[in-house]
């Protein structure tokens, strides 16, 4: 998403915006000659957790993962005649895949709070930005679950309801300098 699609223009605006966004890189944010900037790209650092957490849900949900923790669970299941199928070798089975479980929970917890609230900012700015939207809709998700309520009627009752084509007058454009 492009800061100036809401109508920021200068630099220190954007950084603003970004900053009232809770930090959350929405994108990338293009500086543009008209900002006194290149027309260079520029991208907040995640950190280093996010870079981690990131790559090993990426890679922990890869296809070759997947068939090697699969060739893992066929071998221990094989050996368990040659180990008397010992509680040793049950232990082994159920130590290692409640340490994984239990590290990958946050990980994947991490990544998927990163990816919602990226989304929801997204989302927010699409709201932002058209005209027939209700406005109340943006920060939904920090609302009361009443409200949630409430707001589901809401729109299955406007589903029932004819609609519109947009038009492009509907779409808020930023303010010319």
Same mark, same amino acid.
């Given at each position: 998403? !492009?800061?100036?699609? #809401? ?12 900053? +009232? +966004? @809770? @930090? ?11 900002? @006194? ?22 890679? +922990? ?5 997947? &068939? ?11 050996? @368990?005649? &040659?180990?008397?199928?010992? !509680?040793?070798?049950?232990?082994? #089975? ?15 917890? +991490? ?15 699409? #709201? ?9 809709? #943006? ?39």
């Amino acid at each position: 998403m !492009e800061a100036t699609a #809401i109508g920021l223009r200068g630099t220190a605006e954007r950084r603003r915006f970004l900053d +009232a +966004a @809770g @930090g959350v890189p929405i994108g990338d944010v293009k500086l543009g000659a008209s900002d @006194g900037g290149s027309d260079n790209t520029r991208q907040q650092d995640p950190g280093a957790f996010q870079r981690f957490a990131r790559a090993i849900s990426q890679f +922990a949900g890869s296809p070759i993962v997947f &068939a090697a923790a699969a060739a893992l669970v066929l071998i221990w299941a094989v050996s @368990g005649p &040659a180990f008397g199928f010992s !509680e040793t070798w049950q232990l082994v #089975i159920n130590t290692s895949t409640t340490i994984i479980t239990f590290l990958m929970v946050f990980l994947i917890q +991490a990544t998927q709070n990163r990816d919602n609230e990226a989304v929801q900012l997204k989302l927010d700015e699409l #709201i932002n930005v058209t005209r027939e939207a209700h406005q109340d809709m #943006i920060d939904l998700e920090e609302q009361p679950e009443e409200v949630l309520k409430r707001k589901h009627e809401e729109m299955r009752r406007h589903r029932n309801e004819p609609q519109q084509p947009a038009s492009e007058a509907s779409i808020r454009r930023p303010r010319s300098p």
